[in-house]
T-cell receptor
Framework: AQKVTQAQTEISVVEKEDVTLDCVYE???????LFWYKQPPSGELVFLIR??????QNEISGRYSWNFQKSTSSFNFTITASQVVDSAVYFCALSEAYTGNQFYFGTGTSLTVIP | NAGVMQNPRHLVRRRGQEARLRCSPM?????VYWYRQLPEEGLKFMVY????????ESGMPKERFSAEFPKEGPSILRIQQVVRGDSAAYFC???????????FGPGTRLTVT
């Protein structure tokens, strides 16, 4: 069963628009961690954020914000006033505290910001 | 503090050859993970190692693939008799003991011709 689902395969927005990338996860653990990574065309993985299951506070970092809702098992990522440099593939990932710490990645959302 | 190092960054092998991918974890990290990213897909877990021990290899193909993390030196992911389907990006991540966070290397892009 897929533990992390990113239903949006590709999204295109015009520069300065806001965009939300969805992530839904599945776990039976009570302690787990959620992550977002950015993979630009160069291919490396850039860490964006880590949240643990006990902290449901939303977080804002510049133009980025994250909405963690345990009730819907979602950890959505919003980019405000998108820029061309935001064009990349974005991955959501889950790590469970009691299963060897491997990361379960979603299939990624490819974001294209059109100038 | 250097990050996770992987080399080579790009590797080209002909079918039937062996591929060796190296990963040097961050200083002080004793846990290493290998992931594979097939084209247009997300990363899939392969193996989790601690020094001199394989902890979880549930994601490793049963044949041709092996991994080690010796007491001294980098972790090695070895692929014997490569086939075209092995073409992918292979990422290594490391973490300190007891921490639920992983730091990823830049990846090795393997192309099998």
């Amino acid at each position: 069963a897929q533990k992390v689902t990113q239903a949006q395969t590709e999204i295109s927005v015009v520069e300065k628009e806001d965009v939300t990338l969805d992530c839904v996860y599945e776990t039976r653990d009570t302690t787990y961690y959620l992550f977002w990574y950015k993979q630009p065309p160069s291919g490396e993985l850039v860490f964006l954020i880590r949240r643990n299951s006990f902290d449901e506070q939303n977080e804002i970092s510049g133009r980025y914000s994250w909405n963690f809702q345990k009730s819907t098992s979602s950890f959505n990522f919003t980019i405000t006033a998108s820029q061309v440099v935001d064009s990349a593939v974005y991955f959501c990932a889950l790590s469970e505290a009691y299963t060897g710490n491997q990361f379960y990645f979603g299939t990624g959302t490819s974001l294209t910001v059109i100038p | 503090n250097a990050g996770v190092m992987q080399n080579p960054r790009h590797l080209v092998r002909r079918r039937g050859q062996e591929a060796r991918l190296r990963c040097s974890p961050m200083k002080g990290h004793s846990h290493v993970y290998w992931y594979r990213q097939l084209p247009e897909e997300g990363l899939k877990f392969m193996v989790y190692l601690q020094k001199e021990n394989i902890i979880d290899e549930s994601g490793m193909p049963k044949e041709r693939f092996s991994a080690e993390f010796p007491k001294e030196g980098p972790s090695i992911l070895r692929i014997q008799q490569v086939v075209r389907g092995d073409s992918a990006a292979y990422f290594c991540a490391s973490s300190p003991a007891g921490k639920y966070e992983q730091y990823f290397g830049p990846g090795t892009r393997l192309t099998v011709t």
